[in-house]
């Protein structure tokens, strides 16, 4: 870090801290400005009058982030609300179109099928069965689990909250960073439906409709189906075909039933196939002319610009899908006291994802991965509801089972394993082998001078991790608000946790059952004998051979573990007046112990994350403008991560532990500035450092950053042209810009962060969208032209460098391109 970074982030860091006690100061000025009498009408001149025309009043937000029915200016915690409108605004079809425009979160969704979220630097890399994610998604109030089946096109949704900070009293295990909670329409008693269909540039198909229907006054169906298609923006330069098509068609149903005036009953299923090739890899290593090998170890300073390169693929099989279903039982019930609600849900999906390694289309260079994963789970809640004049209260109990089967492999072709062999310097020297030759190719060069009909080249070759999860969480909760005066409310909350998994691992020596029968064949011929070795000498493990793996050979490995939490929370809100409140919170979030699923036995402990915060929510309704201010602080303990360990010569992907700390400031206002034109803007800041980290190629990173940029926005304008017929047209501009992120000493190795003289990783970048449409007078038909970055801005996201200390290749993924297209749509 240079000397101006340092003060800067000494100065932010004091700024924080100052914070903490902003609102308290704040709440001087918010009571004064409510003492102080508002001039009559009269008295005010014609700039300085409010509008009494509802038409431009803010509208009330209602949000059920503290299981509660409330107004989202009265919820002493950092929220975001993600809209209809603002879905729309940004075309989003799942959660991966948020990335950019909600500050603070940060939604991996390259790969859907393993999708990584994170909020306020918080996150895990969820592809590893034996960990699990740091920040919640629920549905309906159903908690999602796995990231497998977390990103999943939209249906029907009516808004999403994303809470901030740690949740694991509320939201319980798995919502240490904090929650995502997205809340679907029911079923009406109202015919209506609706279509929509978005054509646009690269071959965009997209088409959605919702029907409806109510047998009576007591019953009702709502049914949602979507269809998405493109062609891909990226198209491999050799053959043409397109690497990164969309290919997903997703449905939902639900039905609402009246039981009696107390009760209702909801039951819903939701449907998703998704099936399509995995996330294309751009080489940035320039290769000599085959079969040459590239420059090993690797020059980083002489790296391609992967947006200038062209793409290459030839992985076999290649193939991202996912089949989920999920069934979901909710029975509200009504009482004298309160209310009840028992939530029943079952998922489950079966995930396939084999992606491109070595960003070339040689096989004797050729490494894919590939990750197959079945997963089920069922989640039951009873939650109980109360309030009186002095007391809001919420409590229950809660049970969820998963069971989980996942194979981790590795993909390589003899070939490819002989150029392994060369580049790592582990061709035996007793073998009589010409330099810069592997043993599978001499044996061939060997093969075919004699005439003989069999083939060492050219053979599939696989290693795998077989892992399983059998798991259960049980959790009893209660919140409690107490409204002690008319304007203080003081709320205590606590969760107990207990989780317990069965683990097992499983890793056999490698697969290569064609190359097999031919080394076998070659020694009945007594060819190999010739060269002094076996058959058995050359049926050796590449991917896996690190010494507790190749000590558990063939073995199955199982182990179980329990962990148990206590996850408090305690708030203070005081009202200065109607439309201000100031809050202070301390609360702790959980995310439940697990294992390490390349390294049979080895497990983990939870981690903890402990949040202090405090913030400021104003509303000024004369001018038709609300605000809220936070400043956090936090202290994350043995945070779990899927890294690339690079200590071996084969790198493989390690959960790895640190201790993190980190501050805050959160701020999101909304304007209505007159009846047609509307401004919001949301900002985040964090300092987010390792507290204790020493990574497994031995360097300390006390100190250093986690990675996160200091700050990330976002802001919106929208405008509304009334035409004389009743009909309307309405303008939105969005833009999301996010910092470069802060580099650490093993930024490079994990292909997050870092400076090549072609180009940089984690840069700051920039995204606006633009969209207009038309609405006829009854609301019924419509009209939209609409464009995403629509500057064409492109950043290279990632490095792929698993095949780097290999062969000597290396990958890149990079951001979308600009779309644009036109949607019509139909109501009745």
Not at 202 to 215: D, I, Q, T, V
Not at 696 to 704: A, D, F, V, Y
């Amino acid at each position: 870090m240079s000397l101006n970074q340092h003060i800067l982030a000494l100065s932010l860091r004091r700024a924080i801290i100052g914070a903490c006690v902003l609102p308290f100061a704040t709440a001087a000025w918010a009571q004064d400005a409510v003492d102080a009498d508002t001039p009559p009408p009269a008295q005010q001149s014609a700039a300085q009058a409010p509008s009494t025309n509802s038409a431009v009043t803010l509208d009330t937000v209602v949000v059920t982030a503290q299981s509660r029915e409330q107004q989202l200016q009265d919820v002493p915690i950092a929220l975001q609300v993600v809209n209809e409108q603002l879905l729309q605004d940004i075309t989003a079809e799942d959660m991966g179109d948020l990335d950019a425009f909600v500050p603070g979160l940060v939604v991996g969704s390259t790969q859907p099928t393993q999708p990584s979220f994170q909020l306020r630097g918080i996150s895990t890399g969820d592809f590893g069965i034996g960990t699990d994610p740091a920040v919640g998604v629920y549905v309906d109030g159903v908690y999602a689990g796995r990231g497998g089946g977390t990103l999943l096109p939209f249906t029907d949704v009516e808004r999403i909250e994303i809470l901030k900070g740690p949740q694991g009293t509320l939201f319980g295990r798995n919502s240490a960073a904090g929650a995502v909670s997205i809340i679907t329409r029911r079923p009406t008693s109202q015919v209506e439906g609706h279509a929509n269909l978005r054509v646009g540039n690269h071959g965009k198909r997209y088409l959605e409709a919702m029907l409806n229907a109510p047998a009576d006054d007591k019953i009702a169906f709502r049914m949602n189906a979507l269809v998405n298609r493109s062609d891909g923006w990226l198209q491999d330069a050799a053959t043409g075909v397109d690497l990164n098509p969309e290919d997903n068609w997703a449905t939902r149903a639900a039905f609402r039933m009246d039981v009696s005036e107390a009760t209702q009953v909801l039951l819903s299923w939701d449907h998703e196939n998704l099936d399509q090739k995995s996330r294309p890899s751009t080489g940035i290593v320039s290769l000599p002319a085959s079969p040459g090998l590239p420059m090993f170890p690797v020059d980083t300073d002489a790296y391609l610009d992967p947006r200038d390169q062209p793409t290459y693929s030839d992985v076999i099989d290649n193939e991202e899908s996912r089949r989920f279903n999920g069934v979901t039982l909710i029975v509200d019930h009504a009482t004298g006291w309160g209310s009840f609600t028992s939530t029943s849900a079952w998922r489950g999906f079966d995930t396939v994802n084999r992606a491109e390694e070595d960003a070339t289309n040689r096989r004797y260079l050729y490494i894919d991965t590939a990750n197959r994963e079945r997963n089920s789970s069922w989640y039951q809640e009873f939650k109980f509801a109360g309030s009186s004049d002095r007391i809001d209260w919420v409590a229950g109990a809660s049970y969820y089972q998963e069971s989980a089967r996942q194979s981790s492999e590795v993909n390589l072709f003899s070939d490819s394993v002989d150029s392994a062999m060369v580049q790592l310097g582990a061709v035996p020297p007793t073998l009589p082998i010409p330099p810069g030759m592997g043993p599978f190719g001499f044996g061939q060069m060997l093969l075919d001078a004699n005439g003989i009909p069999l083939n060492l080249l050219g053979n599939p070759w696989n290693e795998a991790y077989q892992n399983t999860l059998d798991s259960k969480a049980y959790a009893l909760y209660g919140d409690v608000i107490w409204h002690a005066t008319d304007k203080l409310n003081l709320t205590f909350g606590l969760r107990y946790t207990r989780d317990e998994k069965d683990f097992s691992w499983f890793n056999d020596h490698r697969s290569a059952p064609e190359l097999d029968a031919t080394l076998y064949a070659l020694e009945q011929m007594g060819v190999l004998a010739m060269l002094g070795i076996t058959a058995q000498d050359l049926m050796f493990d590449l991917a896996f051979t690190d010494p507790v793996s190749m000590a558990n050979k063939g073995i199955i490995t199982r182990d179980s573990n329990s962990w148990s939490d206590v996850s408090p929370r305690f708030v203070a809100d005081y009202h200065l007046n109607d439309n201000a409140m100031v809050f202070a919170s301390l609360a702790k979030g959980y995310k439940a112990g697990g294992f390490n699923s390349f390294q049979p036995g080895a497990s983990f402990d939870n981690e903890d994350v402990w949040n202090f915060e405090t913030g400021i929510k104003q509303s000024l309704p004369q001018y038709r403008l609300e605000f809220d201010a936070s400043a956090y602080y936090y202290v994350y303990d043995n945070r779990q991560a899927i890294r690339l360990d690079t200590t071996g010569d084969i790198p493989r992907y390690i959960t790895d532990t640190s201790d993190q700390e980190a501050y805050g400031l959160d701020f999101a206002a909304r304007w209505q500035a007159t009846e047609a034109f509307g401004l919001d803007f949301n900002a985040a800041f964090i300092d987010a450092s390792y507290k204790d980290y020493v990574t497994p190629e031995g360097t300390s990173l006390n100190g250093q950053p986690t990675g996160e940029p200091y700050w990330s926005f976002a802001a919106g304008a929208n405008y509304v042209w009334e035409l004389g017929d009743g009909s309307d047209i309405r303008f939105s501009l969005r833009h999301a810009y996010r910092g470069a992120r802060r580099c650490s000493d093993e930024s490079l190795s994990q292909g997050t962060c870092a400076g090549f003289p072609a180009f940089e990783v984690g840069g700051a970048q920039n995204r606006s969208d633009l969209r207009a449409s038309w609405t006829s007078s009854d609301d019924r038909w419509g009209v939209a032209m609409y464009g995403t970055n629509v500057f064409d801005n492109r950043y290279v996201t990632g490095l792929h460098t698993y095949g780097t200390d290999v062969f000597g290749t290396t990958g890149a993924t990079v951001s979308e391109p600009r779309f644009y297209g036109v949607e019509l749509s139909a109501k009745f």
